[in-house]
């Protein structure tokens, strides 16, 4: 997989939209939103597609909020009519009934530009610039993560081993912004026209460098590590966001097999069988696609957990 860098989660409220009318703005007329039984957030309704949620029935003066999770945003990439840039340029040109209260937007390395261990020595060991004073380290079974900022503040980055998180055996680090209200609205109102992969390298780098301490007290002026900034100029080089869809699950491949193969599938069983249906599949030619394949280790290492690490 190449490095790319994506939108990972929005949250914004309306004061002019109904959950229909917000549909529409979202572009996404062609989906099923479903009522939930309850909302949250001091929200008394919900309605749901996948990871994008609009909730209201509040109070008065909240409006109604749309909340798209980072499974959301592949959602909105794949069934949406619309786009980020148009959808953000009309959030930002009505300042009055729009708020924006989250946003993220992730880098991820694919490539081995960094390395989770070394980030996690260097922050133990102070060899960083942050504006924030700030820090964790996280350690457990779904890998290592390290935190630069409350989280609870209005910038919160985060770093961590995304490969470990979803049990697949490859490499994927991402560097991710978490930014809230005002430093959300500035990011997307900043960009003047860069790309999206400039503008994020030069926002990160105003609040975090990894650094080689050399002699003088003064941090500020101690070199870039080498790892960070080969990545920052990596990531800067990506002209535009990545739009990869819908993450591939096991709902995704039994909607494939049965509802869009299954005729021809059901055929071919008729004539010649399950016996001769697995041998021409163990000897087929084509390469398994990597989508396919993270989905076999994910799913054993689900099947594995679930049976107490026996299998």
């Not at 229909?20 to 703005?25: A, E, G, N, T």
């Not at 021409?280 to 398994?288: H, T, V």
């Amino acid at each position: 997989m190449e490095n790319c860098i994506l939108y990972d989660w929005l949250t914004f409220t309306s004061k002019c939209d109904s959950p229909s009318s917000l549909i529409s703005l979202l572009g996404l007329e062609s989906v099923s939103f479903e009522e939930r039984p309850r909302g949250r957030n001091g929200y008394r309704s919900m309605m749901s597609f996948g990871g994008i949620s609009i909730l209201y029935d509040g109070r008065a003066d909240m409006g109604v909020c749309v909340d798209i999770t980072g499974k959301g945003c592949r959602e909105f990439e794949s069934h949406s009519t619309s786009s980020w840039d148009d959808l953000y340029s009309y959030l930002l040109s009505f300042p009055e009934d729009y708020n924006i209260t989250r946003l993220d937007v992730a880098a991820d390395d694919h490539t081995g530009l960094l390395d989770i261990d070394v980030l996690r020595d260097d922050t133990d060991d102070h060899h960083y610039v942050s504006k924030s004073r700030t820090w964790e380290v996280d350690y457990g079974s779904a890998g290592t993560t390290i935190y630069h900022g409350s989280k609870k503040s209005d910038m919160l980055i985060r770093i961590y081993d995304k490969a470990a998180e979803q049990g697949i055996d490859e490499h994927w680090i991402r560097v991710e912004m978490q930014m809230r209200d005002q430093i959300a609205t500035g990011f997307l109102s900043g960009m003047h026209g860069d790309s999206l992969g400039e503008h994020f390298c030069g926002v990160l780098c105003n609040y975090l460098r990894y650094v080689d301490p050399t002699t003088g007290v003064n941090m500020s002026r101690w070199p870039m590590t080498v790892y960070w900034s080969n990545f920052l100029q990596t990531v800067r080089r990506i002209r535009c966001w990545s739009a990869p869809g819908v993450d591939y699950n096991l709902g995704n491949l039994q909607n494939y097999i049965i509802n869009q193969t299954g005729n021809a599938l059901d055929c071919y069983l008729s004539i010649f069988g399950t016996e001769d249906l697995i041998r021409e599949l163990g000897q087929r030619s084509i390469r398994i696609s990597p989508k396919y394949e993270r989905l076999k280790q994910m799913y054993a290492k689900n099947l594995k957990v679930s049976d107490g690490g026996k299998t």
